[in-house]
């Protein structure tokens, strides 16, 4: 299996901060990497699909990219609504595999 | 617009069979790959497995021998079925879509609202 090393698993932030989520895959894979964001009673929802891909709907201050095994979802300017948990999956193989989140709290 | 609802007992005996279903609305099941995925209260999250439209089904190794997910097309419905359950199976459950083709892995695009089954005696 693939693992996937998420960090931090809290993060406390203010409105307006550049906020900065990394996972780590335990071995080196194509870009199928997606980012999801988790409000609590809630379904997770999609933010990023390929590593690196807006999904249609998402505002354009969130953003992924990927460096060898290590991928980062960004958040240029956190907002009110971005306070949530955020998970890394990665969907190269079976079994999909997720990373176990990161918790973004008011500072 | 599609839209995915698990319903099933929220409340299942330990060493019992967990049976959960799937409807979806506004789309059709055929062509895609639909997924179980579960949440531990306070945890992360665990894809189960899943079945394509056809009824080809793949599961996770870890719960490979208590799984079963199936697909009624007609009714347009995805079926789980957990066999031996122990408080560990105590989550949310959920049924997802993904956008998964023949020739490339697919993101989830779709999810249900999710739904609790506690284990307990």
């Known amino acids: 299996d693939i693992q996937m090393t998420q960090s931090p698993s809290t993060l406390s932030a203010s409105v307006g901060d550049r906020v900065t989520i990394t996972c780590r895959a335990s071995q080196s894979f194509s870009n199928w990497l997606a980012w999801y964001q988790q409000k609590p009673g809630k379904a997770p929802r999609l933010l990023i699909y390929?590593?690196?891909n807006l999904q249609s709907g998402v505002p354009s201050r969130f953003s992924g990219s990927e460096s060898g095994t290590e991928f980062t979802l960004t958040i240029s300017s956190l907002q009110p609504d971005d306070f949530a948990t955020y998970y890394c999956q990665q969907y190269n193989d079976y079994p999909w595999t997720f990373g176990l989140g990161t918790k973004v709290e008011i500072k | 617009q599609v839209q995915l609802q698990e319903s099933g007992p929220g409340l299942v005996k330990p060493s019992e069979t967990l049976s959960l279903t799937c409807t979806v609305s506004?789309?059709?099941?055929?062509?895609?790959?639909w997924s179980w995925i579960r949440q531990p209260p306070g945890k992360g999250l665990e894809w189960i497995g899943y079945v394509y439209y056809t009824g080809s089904a793949r599961y996770n190794p870890s719960l490979k021998s208590r799984v079963t997910v199936s697909v009624d097309t007609p009714k347009n419905q995805i079926s789980l079925k957990l066999s031996s359950v122990t408080a560990a199976d105590t989550a949310v459950y959920f049924c997802?879509?993904?956008?998964?083709?023949?020739?490339?892995?697919?993101?989830?695009?779709?999810w249900g609202q999710g739904t609790l089954v506690i284990v307990s005696s």
């Open positions: 997802v879509r993904d956008r998964s083709s023949g020739y490339w892995p697919g993101e989830i695009d779709y």
């Open positions: 506004g789309g059709s099941i055929r062509g895609y790959y």
């Open positions: 390929k590593a690196s």
